[in-house]
């Protein structure tokens, strides 16, 4: 299973669903990505995945596409 660096599953990101994914079957990885803020922003802080930073939750991952709410309890934050 493929994991984006936003977190999701790759096959269940509603853009790989639908055959749109800007990075084809390969999912989304840090690189600069105008489709995607998680993945440029781990890009330019050097992570794998967005909740590997220091920062995370932050007001990127507030935008989605996972729950804010999510992404706090996963940080520890939400208990």
């Given at each position: 299973?493929?994991?984006?660096?936003?977190?999701?599953?790759?096959?269940?990101?509603?853009?790989?669903?639908?055959?749109?994914?800007?990075?084809?079957?390969?999912?989304?990885?840090?690189?600069?990505?105008?489709?995607?803020?998680?993945?440029?922003?781990?890009?330019?802080?050097?992570?794998?995945?967005?909740?590997?930073?220091?920062?995370?939750?932050?007001?990127?991952?507030?935008k989605g596409p996972i729950s804010y709410d999510y992404c706090k309890f996963i940080a520890g934050e939400g208990?």
């Open positions: 299973m493929k994991i984006g660096v936003c977190g999701i599953a790759c096959e269940k990101c509603p853009l790989m669903v639908k055959g749109k994914c800007p990075n084809g079957a390969k999912g989304c990885t840090p690189k600069e990505n105008k489709f995607c803020a998680i993945a440029t922003c781990a890009f330019k802080k050097s992570v794998r995945l967005c909740f590997e930073c220091v920062e995370f939750p932050c007001e990127t991952t507030r208990f």
